[in-house]
Structures are given as C-alpha cells and as structure tokens.
C-alpha cells in the first residue's frame, strides 16, 4: 500500500515563498515519478510538476518554470517543492501523487494520491 503525506503548505502574501514536503511510504522503484498537482476551487486539477524517482529528471507546467523547484529530499522517498513568487492564482490544495511511468504530467498516469496540502495567497 502506498501512503503519500504532504506537510508545508499555509498562508503567504503574492510574492512570497513555500515549501512543501511528500513523504512516500514505498519500497524503491526503478521507474516512477512523483509529482505535484494543484487544485483551485471550481477548476480542474493540473500538473504543477514531476521528478523522477532517481532525482536526475525534473519537469514544470509553463505556469510555474522558473519559480518552482521539485527536489528529492534527504529522507528518502521524499519530494518537496519550493515555491517562490507565489501569485493569487496559485492558491489551491496541492497534493503529492505518484505514477508508475518514467515522466508523467497527466492526472489519469498516477495511480496514488495523498491528501493535499492548501496553500492560501493573499493580494
């Protein structure tokens, strides 16, 4: 059974910074990625970005390149994901999940999911 659990989101004003953490309760993969998505209320939910389970491939949503960074973390089989320059429009619960597939940025490619983490931004 795969068991995935967020930590680090909260409150921040537009322009500021997060960092959220997944830890995986897994054994060790050789092909998977784990990714982050977000969900805004009334939207669908979408890909923010994925690393592989080696750590050597990252991957970003055009939304968010250049101001998010996935990392696997020092505990192993954990993720996180620092956020900068946050906007309003980047509020909304994020959640760790994992696929089976080498690169993954579909919702439908990942077959675990955690519980989400919200992360509010104010004006």
């Known amino acids: 059974q795969v068991q995935l659990v967020e930590s680090g989101g909260g409150s921040v004003q537009a322009g500021g910074s997060l960092r959220l953490s997944c830890a995986a309760s897994?054994?060790?993969?050789?092909?998977?990625?784990l990714g982050w998505f977000r969900q805004a209320p009334g939207k669908e939910r979408e890909f923010v970005a994925g690393?592989?389970?080696?750590?050597?491939?990252?991957f970003y949503s055009t939304s968010v390149k250049d101001r998010f960074t996935i990392s696997k973390g020092r505990a192993e089989n954990t993720v996180s994901l620092q956020m900068s320059g946050l906007e309003p429009a980047g509020a909304a619960v994020y959640y760790c999940?994992?696929?089976?597939?080498?690169?993954?940025?579909?919702?439908?490619?990942?077959?675990?999911w955690g519980q989400g983490t919200q992360v509010t931004v104010s004006s």
């Open positions: 999940a994992m696929s089976g597939a080498a690169v993954a940025t579909l919702t439908r490619e990942y077959d675990y």
């Open positions: 690393i592989s389970w080696s750590g050597t491939a990252t």
């Open positions: 897994v054994g060790t993969f050789n092909t998977a990625t």
